[in-house]
């Protein structure tokens, strides 16, 4: 796979030919002791943020780096893996000639990024029990296929996807294979990031959004070859990562034993609600989850959704999906408001 696998081919041409933009902090970063810098138009006087951010983001990348057991080189910061994921349409799909490939249920944002820069999405459902249907996907692909979304732990099932499977697709599947792991810090599974070298066409995604809890920073990051990073350093926005962000982020990963904690305690929560709603009459089905969130299958999820919210509860219907019919999904609080969604839920007929 490594020897003829080339990204130069998946590159759209007009990406290829690019030359970044080189902006002015890409010549000089504003750290410089005993430097003035009067290349960037900025206001000289300090009140923290007065200078253009890093636009490489190297403090905070070399932290994340570390914390991760990669390279600096293999990450690419953006501002929330929303940008990340349309970075990679941005790159790889032509518009109009390219597809991608979607496993539904999952994540709506791949979808909805596809529509945007008008490329093709072929949805192939999960089997019944969840999981990728591979001999489906794999009818599904051609040579237009660009990128195929792996969401694991999945959005809104809530179960991680079986290893094997995913290995054979990372080797049929001529694309990129883009794994994102928004829950995996939830998850009993190692991420893949540890697979990076074996192959070549591997992205993963990761977002600070969930259980480092910073979601209203918007820091997201996708994890790949040197090679791959490279393209999509090549069209980020130069200054995508602002200044607070890269500082707050930094702080946060600096500090990983308050965010262990917190996921731990979230962890046990689940486990609480876990036990307690098969013993709600209405509920019909508790899914597994290795994730922040429960799907529920329940008698008439419309129903009940209204009811929640008219007792303050609000929760994620998510009975459009398929395979999803009158399903719930709800997000592990703290203890109290775990109660209040029990206690909301014993007392609704
Ligand atoms: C929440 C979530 C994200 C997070 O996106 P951000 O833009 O980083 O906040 C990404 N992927 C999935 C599957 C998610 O559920």
């Not at 890093?54 to 991760?68: I, R």
Request: aromatic content about 8%.
């Amino acid at each position: 796979m490594s020897k003829e696998f080339n990204i130069e081919n998946l590159v759209r041409e007009n990406v290829k030919s690019l030359k970044p933009y080189s902006s002015a902090r890409d010549e000089y970063d504003s750290s410089g002791a005993g430097m003035v810098f009067m290349d960037a138009n900025e206001n000289p006087f300090d009140n923290g943020v007065n200078r253009y951010p890093d636009p490489h983001q190297l403090t905070l990348k070399v932290a994340l780096a570390e914390h991760k057991k990669i390279d600096p080189k293999n990450i690419l910061l953006g501002n929330g893996s929303d940008e990340v994921l349309d970075l990679l349409f941005r790159a790889f799909c032509e518009p109009k000639t390219d597809n991608v490939i979607t496993l539904p249920p999952t994540y709506g944002m791949y979808d909805v990024l596809a529509k945007i820069n008008n490329v093709e999405v072929r949805e192939v459902p999960l089997t019944a029990q969840f999981q990728p249907n591979l001999e489906a996907i794999l009818d599904n692909i051609d040579s237009r296929s660009k990128l195929l979304f792996i969401c694991s732990p999945n959005n809104p099932t809530g179960n991680s996807f079986d290893q094997d499977s995913i290995k054979k697709l990372l080797v049929a599947f001529k694309g990129l294979v883009v794994i994102d792991e928004a829950y995996i810090d939830f998850s009993i599974n190692d991420s893949w990031t540890t697979e990076l070298q074996t192959y070549p066409n591997l992205v993963v995604v990761q977002t600070l959004s969930k259980a480092y809890g910073l979601a209203g920073i918007r820091l997201g990051m996708a994890m790949a070859s040197e090679q791959i990073i490279a393209i999509l350093k090549k069209i980020k926005p130069p200054y995508n990562v602002n200044e607070l962000t890269q500082a707050r982020a930094l702080q946060r990963v600096l500090n990983k034993e308050r965010v262990i904690m917190e996921v731990s305690e979230i962890l046990e929560q689940k486990t609480l609600l876990q036990q307690i709603l098969p013993k709600i009459a209405f509920v019909k089905h508790v899914y597994p989850s290795d994730a922040n969130f429960i799907l529920v299958k329940v008698d008439d999820a419309n129903k009940r959704y209204a009811q929640l919210l008219g007792l303050g509860v609000v929760v994620r219907n998510r009975s459009s999906q398929p395979l999803c019919e009158n399903t719930l999904r709800f997000t592990i609080g703290t203890n109290e408001e775990n109660i209040k969604l029990i206690t909301a839920l014993k007392g609704l007929n």
